[in-house]
């Protein structure tokens, strides 16, 4: 169900706008990652801790579909959900709202390294717990 | 009154951290525009439909004291408030702080021009109503 | 052939680096916007010109393929070739490379329209001149 | 003399220009961070290398003067100095031209510190060699 899914609010900014008079394509990914780091937060992974104990979450493959473009003054939801693809891959599946109304759906396709840049299994650092949710 | 100023709560996003894991100078002035931009708007400017109108509000001086470094997971308040400097000119006081812990301190000098890059009195355009508040 | 695509040449900037060290995954798109906007004007096409003449070209969906990371110091090629998908969509192709290795894909899905935000043939704007190029 | 200073050429990105269609306050720093990463590697330093050594390059204080606007397609030179200022602190002078008209003036107040927070002497690290250059 819809909304069941996890969910941040964000703002537009004014400076993430270009010349257009709406937001920049590249900002999305910006808004798509913060939500993604707030559910691992949620959920009690933190990226910057893993980073740090040299992990590397890493997105091979992202796929974007603009469809209706946010502007300056807009307040929307972004909505994250994991779904297992292999034992060292996912992806996340993400899409903007504005109440009912779908501006931006998102594809990220994760895989997980170490500092050797190996793949790691995601249940090795206890990310399968999240698929499925 | 410290108490008394405009404020707004931010989160420190992940991807405005930059290589020494700390968030990167040039994103501060970020924060403190978009805390400008909702200063404005909670006294009924909107800096979109200003600039659609054909004034231009412009930076012509920025100062920019960077005491502690905000890093990944920190919430914090940007404060915002406005001195009159002369007619045509007046300077955005502003503050970053966690709890009462001063961050960052802003003075931004603005002025107003119109398309014809000719300055423009402040009060043409209301925002003297903003002085001393 | 390869040899005979568009190309410019970029430097990674420290500022575009996050935690990780390295490039953030929606800089990329950065790179990639910039390369095509070059493209266009190396062939008579200014995007702010078209911008500001109430043409608005919009990507409704953007595919990448991020191979290897970009790092502090990295000094590499954005390729850029436009394909036609329709009267009024066509599609970049662009390619990150350093030397021979490539790094990164990506796909820009384009279509323009108008300040009614009514759909315009491409061949209205002139971009038919540019496939097959 | 101005002809002997160290300076880069850089392009304004469309993706820099914000609403206005000039490129946002924000940006400026960025551009001034680059040159002075490339100023400090054209001299042997290397500020990722620095980074990872554990001695950490920071601003503590900024002050941009905005003279003009950059806008879409501007080309322009960033140049770089370094000013002694006590045996822990040293104020890089900045500015961009195009050509011989002066559009932006930055100082960046900088000083050293280790992992431990503690200040370093800048000729601990050899930066001294760089004054009066």
């Keep these: 169900m819809e909304n069941s899914l996890?969910?941040?609010?964000?703002d537009v900014r004014d400076y993430e706008c270009d010349m257009q008079g709406i937001v920049n394509n590249a900002i999305y990914q910006n808004y798509f990652e913060h939500a993604r780091h707030e559910y691992l937060k949620s959920?009690?992974?933190d990226f910057h801790q893993i980073t740090k104990s040299g992990v590397f979450l890493v997105i091979y493959r992202a796929e974007i579909d603009y469809c209706l473009p946010l502007k300056s003054g807009d307040k929307f939801n972004v909505t994250v959900s994991l779904a297992t693809h292999s034992k060292t891959r996912c992806i996340f599946e993400q899409s903007i709202f504005i109440d009912n109304q779908k501006y931006t759906d998102g594809k990220f396709f994760i895989t997980a390294i170490n500092s050797q840049k190996r793949l790691i299994k995601l249940d090795s650092i206890g990310l399968d717990s999240l698929f499925n949710k």
Tied chains: 1, 2, 3, 4.
């Design 43 to 45: 959920h009690g992974f």
């Design 6 to 10: 996890f969910s941040i609010e964000l």
